[in-house]
C-alpha cells in the first residue's frame, strides 16, 4: 500500500496520541471526520496501524530492574531455533527478543522487579533452557533515551 502525505500525519499524529479524536485527528491532517476515519480504518485493515497501547509506568509498579541479555545458543538450526523463541514467547518478563547476527543469537530486553527476582528467573529458566551455550547479562543504570515514535514518518508528515 502506498502512503501519501496525509497517511503520513495521521500516523505521525497517532504515535504522538492515539487517544486524539477522529475529529481533533481530522481538523490536524486537514481533513474532514468522514473522509479520515475512513483512511484510519484502511491502515487498520492493511496492518499498518498494528493496535493502540497503554504506556505504564513500570517503576510505579515496582518492576525497577532492566536487563539485556545475550544468548548464545549450542545449535542454529530451524528447530533449536524456533524451541528457544517459543520459550521466550511465554516469559512476560521479556519485553522484546531479537534473532540477531554476531557473536550471540539473541538479544532480550528484560525487565523485571528485583535482582533476587532476576537471579530466580535466570537459574529457573534462562539457564534450563536446551540448547542454552552462553548467557550474558548486562543491567542498566538508567534510561537515556526511549522513542516509541517511528523515524521516517515524522519528516513526511508535515
Given at each position: 500500500m502506498k502512503l501519501d502525505h496525509i497517511d503520513h500525519k495521521i500516523l505521525?499524529?497517532?504515535q504522538e496520541n492515539a487517544r486524539i479524536t477522529n475529529a481533533e485527528l481530522a481538523e490536524k491532517v486537514?481533513?474532514?471526520p468522514t473522509p479520515c476515519l475512513r483512511r484510519l480504518r484502511r491502515l487498520e485493515t492493511e496492518k499498518i496501524i498494528q493496535g493502540y497501547h497503554t504506556e505504564?509506568?513500570?517503576?510505579s509498579l515496582g518492576i525497577n530492574?532492566?536487563?539485556?541479555i545475550l544468548v548464545k545458543l549450542e545449535r542454529e538450526d530451524d528447530n533449536t531455533l524456533r524451541e528457544f523463541e517459543a520459550a521466550i514467547k511465554k516469559r512476560t518478563e521479556v519485553?522484546?527478543?531479537?534473532?540477531?547476527?554476531?557473536?550471540f543469537d539473541y538479544f532480550l530486553r528484560?525487565?523485571?522487579?528485583?535482582?533476587?527476582?532476576y537471579e530466580a528467573f535466570l537459574s529457573e529458566t534462562m539457564l534450563r533452557m536446551p540448547n542454552i551455550a552462553t548467557v550474558e547479562s548486562s543491567f542498566t543504570l538508567r534510561e537515556v533515551?526511549?522513542?516509541?515514535?517511528?523515524?521516517?514518518?515524522?519528516?513526511?508528515?508535515r
Open positions: 505521525q499524529y497517532l486537514g481533513l474532514s505504564v509506568n513500570r517503576e530492574v532492566t536487563v539485556i519485553m522484546e527478543c531479537y534473532l540477531v547476527t554476531g557473536k528484560v525487565v523485571i522487579p528485583s535482582l533476587a527476582a533515551e526511549r522513542k516509541t515514535v517511528l523515524p521516517y514518518i515524522s519528516s513526511n508528515a
